[in-house]
Protein backbone atom coordinates (compact mmCIF):
# COMPACT_ATOMS: atom_id res chain seq x y z
CA UNK A 1 0.00 0.00 0.00
CA UNK A 2 0.98 3.82 -0.63
CA UNK A 3 1.13 3.97 3.51
CA UNK A 4 1.70 2.68 6.49
CA UNK A 5 -1.56 0.89 7.60
CA UNK A 6 -2.58 -0.33 11.17
CA UNK A 7 -5.59 -2.00 12.80
CA UNK A 8 -7.44 -2.11 14.73
CA UNK A 9 -7.98 1.65 14.51
CA UNK A 10 -9.54 1.80 18.05
CA UNK A 11 -9.41 -1.09 20.61
CA UNK A 12 -11.73 -1.33 23.72
CA UNK A 13 -10.54 -4.08 26.05
CA UNK A 14 -11.37 -5.34 29.53
CA UNK A 15 -9.01 -5.72 32.29
CA UNK A 16 -7.51 -8.83 32.18
CA UNK A 17 -7.59 -9.01 28.65
CA UNK A 18 -5.21 -9.95 25.65
CA UNK A 19 -4.85 -7.81 22.52
CA UNK A 20 -3.28 -7.71 19.41
CA UNK A 21 -2.32 -5.17 17.24
CA UNK A 22 -1.30 -5.09 13.38
CA UNK A 23 0.73 -2.73 11.37
CA UNK A 24 1.48 -3.41 7.95
CA UNK A 25 4.89 -1.16 6.81
CA UNK A 26 5.09 0.35 3.27
CA UNK A 27 6.50 -2.37 1.09
CA UNK A 28 10.08 -2.75 1.01
CA UNK A 29 10.94 -0.72 4.25
CA UNK A 30 14.00 -2.75 6.54
CA UNK A 31 12.80 -0.72 9.63
CA UNK A 32 9.66 -0.82 11.68
CA UNK A 33 9.31 0.83 15.05
CA UNK A 34 6.80 0.61 17.61
CA UNK A 35 5.73 3.77 20.10
CA UNK A 36 3.45 4.69 22.81
CA UNK A 37 1.45 7.81 22.78
CA UNK A 38 -0.06 9.00 25.96
CA UNK A 39 -2.62 11.57 25.78
CA UNK A 40 -0.99 15.17 25.51
CA UNK A 41 2.58 13.72 25.14
CA UNK A 42 4.91 12.68 22.93
CA UNK A 43 5.21 9.44 21.46
CA UNK A 44 7.59 6.94 23.68
CA UNK A 45 9.89 3.83 22.23
CA UNK A 46 8.89 1.03 22.69
CA UNK A 47 11.14 -1.64 20.21
CA UNK A 48 12.19 -1.57 16.87
CA UNK A 49 13.02 -4.44 14.26
CA UNK A 50 15.49 -4.56 11.30
CA UNK A 51 13.93 -6.95 9.13
CA UNK A 52 12.69 -10.11 11.32
CA UNK A 53 15.55 -9.37 13.52
CA UNK A 54 14.20 -7.48 16.87
CA UNK A 55 17.36 -4.76 17.72
CA UNK A 56 16.06 -3.25 20.49
CA UNK A 57 12.88 -3.82 22.98
CA UNK A 58 14.10 -1.84 25.84
CA UNK A 59 11.02 0.55 25.69
CA UNK A 60 8.84 -2.40 26.84
CA UNK A 61 6.99 -1.26 29.51
CA UNK A 62 6.83 -4.90 31.34
CA UNK A 63 7.15 -8.44 29.84
CA UNK A 64 3.05 -8.28 29.33
CA UNK A 65 4.59 -6.68 26.12
CA UNK A 66 5.90 -8.59 23.37
CA UNK A 67 6.42 -7.71 19.24
CA UNK A 68 7.23 -9.74 16.25
CA UNK A 69 7.79 -9.78 12.86
CA UNK A 70 8.59 -13.08 11.65
CA UNK A 71 9.06 -12.63 7.88
CA UNK A 72 10.30 -8.82 7.71
CA UNK A 73 7.31 -7.06 6.91
CA UNK A 74 3.53 -7.24 9.34
CA UNK A 75 4.22 -6.91 12.65
CA UNK A 76 2.35 -7.58 15.34
CA UNK A 77 2.14 -5.96 19.11
CA UNK A 78 0.62 -7.75 21.41
CA UNK A 79 -0.57 -6.95 25.15
CA UNK A 80 -1.41 -9.69 27.63
CA UNK A 81 -3.70 -9.00 30.54
CA UNK A 82 -4.49 -5.62 29.98
CA UNK A 83 -4.25 -2.87 32.32
CA UNK A 84 -5.48 0.74 32.11
CA UNK A 85 -2.31 2.20 32.10
CA UNK A 86 -1.66 0.47 29.00
CA UNK A 87 -4.73 2.87 27.48
CA UNK A 88 -2.64 5.07 24.85
CA UNK A 89 -2.23 5.26 21.00
CA UNK A 90 -0.14 2.91 19.59
CA UNK A 91 1.86 4.03 16.84
CA UNK A 92 3.94 1.90 14.12
CA UNK A 93 6.46 3.55 11.72
CA UNK A 94 8.40 2.25 9.23
CA UNK A 95 11.91 3.75 7.35
CA UNK A 96 13.59 2.56 4.35
CA UNK A 97 16.87 3.81 6.13
CA UNK A 98 16.03 4.76 10.04
CA UNK A 99 16.21 9.04 8.02
CA UNK A 100 12.66 9.64 8.17
CA UNK A 101 9.92 7.34 9.22
CA UNK A 102 6.35 7.29 7.85
CA UNK A 103 3.78 7.02 10.76
CA UNK A 104 0.60 4.76 10.48
CA UNK A 105 -2.52 6.81 12.04
CA UNK A 106 -1.73 4.42 15.00
CA UNK A 107 -4.07 2.07 17.21
CA UNK A 108 -6.28 3.92 20.42
CA UNK A 109 -6.28 1.36 23.07
CA UNK A 110 -8.99 1.98 25.48
CA UNK A 111 -8.76 -0.59 28.68
CA UNK A 112 -12.11 -0.63 31.11
CA UNK B 1 13.83 11.42 30.29
CA UNK B 2 13.46 12.58 27.24
CA UNK B 3 16.28 13.47 24.46
CA UNK B 4 14.19 16.54 22.72
CA UNK B 5 12.35 19.09 24.36
CA UNK B 6 10.37 21.39 22.21
CA UNK B 7 9.57 25.19 23.36
CA UNK B 8 7.12 26.35 23.76
CA UNK B 9 4.91 23.88 24.74
CA UNK B 10 1.70 25.98 23.14
CA UNK B 11 1.72 28.71 20.85
CA UNK B 12 -1.19 30.70 19.64
CA UNK B 13 -1.02 33.03 16.44
CA UNK B 14 -3.14 34.61 13.93
CA UNK B 15 -3.13 33.48 10.65
CA UNK B 16 -0.31 34.90 8.33
CA UNK B 17 2.06 35.33 11.34
CA UNK B 18 4.89 33.59 11.50
CA UNK B 19 5.10 30.92 14.13
CA UNK B 20 8.64 29.77 16.01
CA UNK B 21 8.83 26.87 17.64
CA UNK B 22 12.43 25.57 19.29
CA UNK B 23 13.92 22.24 20.03
CA UNK B 24 16.70 21.38 22.38
CA UNK B 25 18.69 17.97 22.66
CA UNK B 26 21.09 16.27 24.98
CA UNK B 27 23.65 13.98 23.10
CA UNK B 28 25.41 14.14 20.18
CA UNK B 29 23.42 13.69 16.93
CA UNK B 30 23.74 12.64 13.04
CA UNK B 31 20.38 14.63 12.09
CA UNK B 32 17.23 15.81 13.48
CA UNK B 33 13.98 15.68 12.38
CA UNK B 34 10.69 17.55 12.50
CA UNK B 35 7.54 16.00 12.62
CA UNK B 36 3.66 17.32 12.50
CA UNK B 37 0.62 15.68 14.09
CA UNK B 38 -2.43 16.79 13.40
CA UNK B 39 -5.20 15.49 16.45
CA UNK B 40 -6.08 12.20 16.34
CA UNK B 41 -3.44 11.21 13.31
CA UNK B 42 -0.02 9.76 12.96
CA UNK B 43 3.26 11.68 12.88
CA UNK B 44 4.01 13.56 9.51
CA UNK B 45 7.69 13.96 8.67
CA UNK B 46 8.32 17.45 7.60
CA UNK B 47 11.89 17.72 7.39
CA UNK B 48 15.57 16.42 8.15
CA UNK B 49 18.53 18.55 8.76
CA UNK B 50 22.14 17.20 9.27
CA UNK B 51 24.41 17.29 12.24
CA UNK B 52 26.86 19.23 9.55
CA UNK B 53 23.85 21.40 8.18
CA UNK B 54 23.07 25.31 9.69
CA UNK B 55 19.62 25.16 7.56
CA UNK B 56 17.39 24.25 5.54
CA UNK B 57 14.30 25.55 4.07
CA UNK B 58 11.39 23.40 2.59
CA UNK B 59 8.54 25.75 0.95
CA UNK B 60 6.72 27.60 4.44
CA UNK B 61 9.29 25.94 6.79
CA UNK B 62 12.63 26.72 7.81
CA UNK B 63 14.58 24.99 9.91
CA UNK B 64 18.45 25.84 11.58
CA UNK B 65 20.58 23.72 13.44
CA UNK B 66 22.82 25.10 16.23
CA UNK B 67 25.35 22.07 17.56
CA UNK B 68 27.23 24.02 19.77
CA UNK B 69 23.83 24.93 21.79
CA UNK B 70 22.34 21.77 21.06
CA UNK B 71 18.87 23.33 19.77
CA UNK B 72 17.39 23.89 16.67
CA UNK B 73 14.26 26.24 15.74
CA UNK B 74 11.54 25.30 13.17
CA UNK B 75 9.85 28.69 11.58
CA UNK B 76 6.56 28.23 9.94
CA UNK B 77 6.09 31.71 7.32
CA UNK B 78 3.23 32.96 6.54
CA UNK B 79 0.89 30.23 9.22
CA UNK B 80 -2.41 29.34 7.72
CA UNK B 81 -5.38 27.61 9.82
CA UNK B 82 -4.21 24.24 8.16
CA UNK B 83 -0.97 24.52 10.32
CA UNK B 84 -3.11 24.12 13.02
CA UNK B 85 -0.69 20.57 14.46
CA UNK B 86 1.48 19.68 17.27
CA UNK B 87 4.83 19.88 16.47
CA UNK B 88 7.95 17.70 17.68
CA UNK B 89 11.41 17.19 17.40
CA UNK B 90 13.20 13.70 16.95
CA UNK B 91 16.56 12.73 16.88
CA UNK B 92 18.20 9.31 16.05
CA UNK B 93 19.94 7.59 18.41
CA UNK B 94 21.34 3.81 18.01
CA UNK B 95 18.61 3.63 15.19
CA UNK B 96 15.68 4.67 17.30
CA UNK B 97 14.18 8.13 17.49
CA UNK B 98 13.46 9.73 20.35
CA UNK B 99 10.36 12.52 20.44
CA UNK B 100 10.17 15.35 23.12
CA UNK B 101 6.21 16.09 23.88
CA UNK B 102 5.83 18.71 21.12
CA UNK B 103 4.59 22.36 20.71
CA UNK B 104 0.88 22.53 20.23
CA UNK B 105 0.44 25.59 17.73
CA UNK B 106 -3.39 27.06 17.17
CA UNK B 107 -3.45 29.41 14.09
CA UNK B 108 -6.99 31.30 14.50
CA UNK B 109 -8.27 32.22 11.05
Known amino acids: GAGVSQSPRYKVAKRGQDVALRCDPI?????LFWYQQALGQGPEFLTYFQNEAQLDKSGLPSDRFFAERPEGSVSTLKIQRTQQEDSAVYLC??????????FGSGTRLTVV | SQQGEEDPQALSIQEGENATMNCSYK?????LQWYRQNSGRGLVHLIL?????REKHSGRLRVTLDTSKKSSSLLITASRAADTASYFCATPIAGKSTFGDGTTLTVKP
Open chain 2, 49 to 53: IRSNE
Open chain 2, 27 to 31: TSINN
Open chain 1, 27 to 31: SGHVS
Open chain 1, 93 to 102: ASSPNNYGYT
